[in-house]
């Protein structure tokens, strides 16, 4: 069985080779803007979890799992050719909401700084007319 740090390297691999083919050899508009977030192999190598995410959100997620299931066997075959490994994981596909969770987030403390920006200058005048 490979190690814990061999386990990553592959996964580090399957998921640089994986965004770069989406980038530049898939042709599906089902996979339009659509980011691999992290790729996790299992300790037999019999499978490769891929996560995906996409710019628009949770509302592309079954049509961006259908059109990764749909090329699944031609990415599974490419990528065995460009890694070398004695049996090549098969691959998984699951939606990964964390990018939008960190907009989510991003978006919150930007509207909290604002709204505490905004009150600073009504505190300001208060504390002159106290004087």
């Known amino acids: ?5 061999r386990l990553k390297r592959i996964g580090d691999r399957i998921r640089e ?19 691999v977030t992290d790729v996790t192999v299992d300790r037999e190598l019999a499978y490769a979890e891929v996560f995906v995410s ?14 990764m299931q749909h090329a699944g066997t031609f990415l599974r075959a490419a990528l065995s050719q ?3 490994l004695r049996v090549f994981p098969r691959l998984r ?4 909401p964390t990018p939008e ?19 600073e200058p009504a505190d300001e005048t208060e504390d002159e007319a106290d004087e």
């Open 1 to 5: 069985m490979p190690s814990k740090i």
């Open 17 to 35: 080779e994986l965004a770069e083919m989406l980038v530049k050899e898939i042709q599906d508009p089902r996979l339009l803007g659509v980011m």
């Open 54 to 67: 996409a710019v628009e959100g949770n509302e592309r997620s079954t049509e961006v799992l259908n059109g």
């Open 82 to 84: 460009r890694i070398d």
């Open 93 to 96: 596909f699951h939606w990964d």
């Open 101 to 119: 969770r960190a907009d989510r987030f991003e978006r919150l403390l930007y509207s909290l700084k604002q709204e505490e920006q905004a009150a």
